[in-house]
């Protein structure tokens, strides 16, 4: 079975523009999560989606939004790039939520370079 | 709030050698689950291991095993017979069971570095 699949694998903007970046889960799992890794740090979250609601964010401004699809799929956007969006990122997916094992599964990540 | 710390930047082992990598942990929840991941260089994040909180036992995954010391809110990940493959980030990982369980929360991580 396939696994977390990203796309693009890497994307180069330039600040004040808009990046819309796609995340497909393994089949099966109904969750999907967004992590951001600046170089050099552990992922932080961004968002949480279970069938098509979002069930948690976490502290990044308005600029960042995302949606799921009916087939779980789900796209983060981030408006108005700044420098410091720079960063790879993580799409994850789990067949549970809101349980301590919560296995997910992350995919290769995309990699933002804002210049 | 919970917390991960991890305070090896960096780590160097000898191929076949076992070495321990050192999270601890803060939260006030009693029930949460504590998570490894690899991360090559080539950014994906790989699952190694899971504990939760009320297991009885360490856990163990082949070559990994977590020793899980629950008073002192450690969670040290033991690597047994180092292969080059294994030269990567690691991250300690948790996520508790209360309001927050929708997120996993991430420490700095160590990168481990397997000389031949």
């Known amino acids: 079975d396939a696994g977390v699949t990203q796309s693009p694998t890497h994307l180069i903007k330039t600040r004040g523009q808009q990046v819309t970046l796609r995340c497909s889960p393994i089949s099966g799992h109904k969750s999907v999560s967004w992590y951001q890794q600046v170089l050099g740090q552990g992922p932080q979250f961004i968002f949480q989606y279970y069938e098509k609601e979002e069930r948690g964010r976490g502290n990044f401004p308005d600029r960042f939004s995302a949606r799921q699809f009916p087939n779980y799929s789900s796209e983060l956007n981030v408006n108005a790039l700044l420098l410091g969006d720079s960063a790879l990122y993580l799409c994850?997916?789990?067949?549970?939520?809101?349980?301590?094992?919560?296995?997910?599964?992350f995919g290769p990540g995309t990699r933002l370079t804002v210049l | 709030a919970q917390k991960i710390t991890q305070t090896q930047p960096g780590m160097f082992v000898q191929e076949k050698e076992a070495v321990t990598l050192d999270c601890t942990y803060d939260t006030s929840d009693p029930s949460y689950g504590l998570f490894w991941y690899k991360q090559p260089s080539s950014g994906e994040m790989i699952f190694l291991i899971y504990?939760?909180?009320?297991?009885?036992q360490n856990a163990t995954e082949g070559r990994y095993s977590l020793n899980f010391q629950k008073a002192r809110k450690s969670a040290n990940l033991v690597i047994s017979a180092s292969q080059l493959g294994d030269s990567a980030m690691y991250f300690c990982a948790m996520r508790n069971s209360g309001g927050s369980n929708y997120k996993l929360t991430f420490g700095k991580g160590t990168l481990l570095t397997v000389n031949p």
């Open positions: 994850a997916s789990s067949l549970y939520v809101g349980q301590t094992f919560d296995g997910q599964f």
């Open positions: 504990q939760g909180s009320y297991d009885q």
